[in-house]
């Protein structure tokens, strides 16, 4: 506290990275800090770009959950028609997640399930002619104003940025999640 009884910290914003990094430095002298510097930053841009992604989806009139289902499907190409676990393998979520996606999709008109001619046993699911018309309006619509957003960037920063992003995705996915770290 100040002699005015104000915390230091009062009026602050978040630390900047180069703030924590030093911070670290001082409270564990040794410990390599310079992650700080990159992932900090990266974190807080993926929360910002969520949160704005939302809001966006939010006023287009959809959730992030059904737009990467219509999404996926429309990506697939004519007929527009995947099995739900070609829909899980894609969207890198569990099978329940995939079934309750499914099930708001076709309440909203946006899909439809059917038995799938490749197995016996699967269900595919297939974009109406409203899901593909409701996946392009928004999509268009939240690329425009993603695009708005990546204009802060030269060309050449964008390519650098793809190229580290896509590295070190790569890396990541690589990496066995069951070793230590």
Do not use: C, F, N
Request: aromatic letters at 2%.
């Amino acid at each position: 506290m100040s002699e005015t009884g104000e915390s230091p910290l009062d009026d602050v914003g978040p630390l900047s990275a180069e703030e924590i990094a030093r911070a670290w430095e001082r409270e564990l002298p040794g410990v390599a800090t310079s992650s700080i510097l990159l992932l900090t930053p990266l974190w807080r841009v993926a929360k910002l770009l969520a949160d704005q992604r939302r809001r966006t989806l939010r006023t287009l009139g959809m959730d992030a959950g059904t737009l990467d289902l219509v999404s996926t499907l429309r990506r697939s190409g004519p007929p527009y028609s995947l099995t739900t676990r070609q829909l899980g393998e894609q969207s890198l979520v569990t099978a329940g997640a995939i079934s309750q996606r499914v099930a708001r999709a076709e309440e909203d008109g946006l899909v439809v399930r059917e038995p799938s001619a490749a197995a016996r046993r699967a269900v595919a699911v297939t974009l109406t002619s409203a899901g593909h018309a409701e996946v392009e309006r928004v999509v268009a619509s939240l690329l425009a104003h993603e695009e708005r957003i990546l204009e802060r960037l030269t060309p050449a920063q964008r390519a650098a940025l793809e190229d580290g992003l896509a590295s070190l995705l790569d890396d990541l996915l690589s990496d066995d999640p069951t070793e230590p770290a």
